[in-house]
Nanobody, 123 residues
Framework: QVQLVESGGGLVQSGGSLRLSCAAS????????MGWFRQGPGKERELVTG????????MYADSVKGRFTISRDNAKNMVYLQMSSLKPEDTAVYYC????????????????WGQGTQVTVSS
């Protein structure tokens, strides 16, 4: 059974940084793409960034390009989201996600999500 557990959320001032972590378990982590979604207040859940199974390919939503960086450590079954230059509009619950398709690219589709971690950016 796939399990994804996020950590690292919190309250940060505008312009600040946070690093989210996601611990994955339940299968061979390195065979699957990973991604980060977010859902802000009154908004739909959106794909923020993804990374391919090998780590060789990434994608970013336009709203976070140049500010967020996704990475993975297949030896530790971990995926990270480094967020910099945070803005109040980045406030959301952030979800780690993965796919049921092996050797997939970073754009999904994604099938499994963690419980989420809250990120709040104050102005």
């Amino acid at each position: 059974q796939v399990q994804l557990v996020e950590s690292g959320g919190g309250l940060v001032q505008s312009g600040g940084s946070l690093r989210l972590s996601c611990a994955a378990s339940g299968r061979t982590f390195s065979n699957y793409a990973m991604g980060w979604f977010r859902q802000g207040p009154g908004k739909e859940r959106e794909l923020v960034t993804g990374i391919s199974w090998s780590g060789g390919s990434t994608m970013y939503a336009d709203s976070v390009k140049g500010r967020f960086t996704i990475s993975r450590d297949n030896a530790k079954n971990m995926v990270y989201l480094q967020m910099s230059s945070l803005k109040p509009e980045d406030t959301a619950v952030y979800y780690c996600a993965t796919t049921q398709r092996r050797y997939s690219g970073p754009g999904g589709p994604y099938d499994y999500w963690g419980q989420g971690t809250q990120v709040t950016v104050s102005s």
